[in-house]
């Protein structure tokens, strides 16, 4: 990794400890591990600046999201 990057640990519903490591200038997620998965490094999709980037095949935790975030209609839906 190059650069700076601070951890957050927040508990998910299940109780696992989870890592995200942000920028400490804007704040951004940059990427985060599960405690349960430590090997396995979890980009979110909002990391890439990339417009032609695929579109997600699922959506998750939809019952947290903004009322004005639209999930995708073709994707499947798991809350």
């Given amino acids: 990794m190059t650069g700076d990057a601070r951890d957050y640990v927040r508990i998910s519903d299940e109780g696992e400890p989870r890592t995200f ?15 349960s998965a430590p090997d396995v490094i979890a980009v979110p999709v909002g ?3 990339d417009p032609a980037f695929p579109e997600p095949h699922v959506s998750v935790w939809e019952r947290r999201k903004h009322g004005w975030v639209l999930p995708p209609t073709r994707v499947e839906h798991v809350s």
């Fill in 47 to 49: 990391a890439f600046a």
């Fill in 21 to 35: 490591r942000f920028c400490p200038e804007c704040g951004a997620t940059v990427y985060y591990v599960l405690e």
